[in-house]
């Protein structure tokens, strides 16, 4: 038999991860992921200020736009002195942000155009949320709600809701948000509505014991309140919260986005903290 040669058996290499020639794109793979999950999970920078926030860091003054004449919120007492609840607030952002004040006094209905006009940086001046302005200024969160507050005498201890007053008289000022929010919810809680020629007669209706609850905004009630303070009023109480909402706001140019930021972070601060609150039961 003839001599067979057998070629030796090659010992396996263990396999690659990657076949040679791939190893560079499998790099650049790694490499793109990489960037991908940093580019996702890194904080986004942060937006340049605004000019008016940078005007505001550097002159040190707030300019706010205000008619004078809207008292809880801002009054002035004939001497140029500033007081309520929006004076309050206007301090809280100044002291948080190191600047002084400037008032502009401007008409109710021409602060809008003013602030457009840049005669000054945001208007706080008892300002209801109004979404027909949203395509003009940008709205802060709301720092006070306005809306209809039901109202019973305070000797009345029972009342927890509208759902306790059915077959009930309701005092309302006719054509107010207190007679809307009544007549929405007359059927479903069988309420008698009897209407007034305002609210301040709504109020006296309850007085007298002509109606079981009054429905009226709750600026009108403290103004009842501080107006018939010596004339023998009961006391009164409000039971729970606004029955629909009607908030007051900042409202600043679509150009200060960092400034309405900033406000923004002072509301949230006072409200957390119970200032917010606070501040209203001092003023109002």
Do not use: C
């Not at 290499?13 to 190893?23: E, M, N, Q, T, V």
């Not at 729970?240 to 509301?267: C, F, H, M, Q, W």
């Amino acid at each position: 038999m003839k001599n067979q040669i057998v070629a030796p058996r090659s010992t396996p290499h263990p396999p690659h991860l990657f076949p040679i020639g791939s190893l560079p794109l499998a790099l650049l793979a790694l490499a793109l992921l990489l960037f991908t999950l940093y580019a996702f999970l890194s904080p986004p920078p942060l937006a340049k200020p605004d000019a008016t926030w940078t005007r505001l860091q550097t002159e040190r003054v707030l300019r706010i736009g205000i008619d004078p004449s809207s008292p809880p919120f801002i009054v002035d007492d004939g001497t140029g002195k500033l007081s309520g609840f929006d004076v309050a607030l206007a301090n809280e952002l100044a002291n948080t942000w190191g600047v002084k004040i400037q008032y502009v006094y401007t008409g109710y209905d021409g602060l809008y155009d003013a602030l457009n006009a840049k005669q000054f940086d945001m208007i706080l001046s008892a300002l209801p949320y109004n979404p027909n302005k949203t395509q003009d200024v940008f709205f802060s969160r709301a720092y006070f709600n306005g809306g209809p507050v039901l109202i019973v005498r305070g000797d009345e201890a029972t009342t927890m809701g509208l759902e306790n007053l059915q077959g009930k008289t309701i005092a309302v000022e006719l054509g107010s948000n207190g007679d809307a929010v009544a007549r929405k919810w007359q059927k479903r809680y069988d309420l008698n509505l009897r209407q007034y020629n305002s609210s301040h007669e709504a109020l006296r209706g309850l007085q007298k014991g002509e109606a079981n609850a009054a429905i009226v905004d709750p600026i009108t009630f403290i103004d009842f309140q501080r107006a018939e303070a010596d004339t023998g009023v009961l006391n009164w109480r409000i039971v729970g919260k606004p029955l629909a909402d009607e908030n007051y706001i900042i409202a600043v140019r679509r150009d200060s986005p960092t400034l309405l930021r900033e406000i923004n972070v002072v509301i949230d601060a006072l409200r957390r903290e119970g200032k917010l609150e606070e501040m209203q039961k001092e003023n109002f």
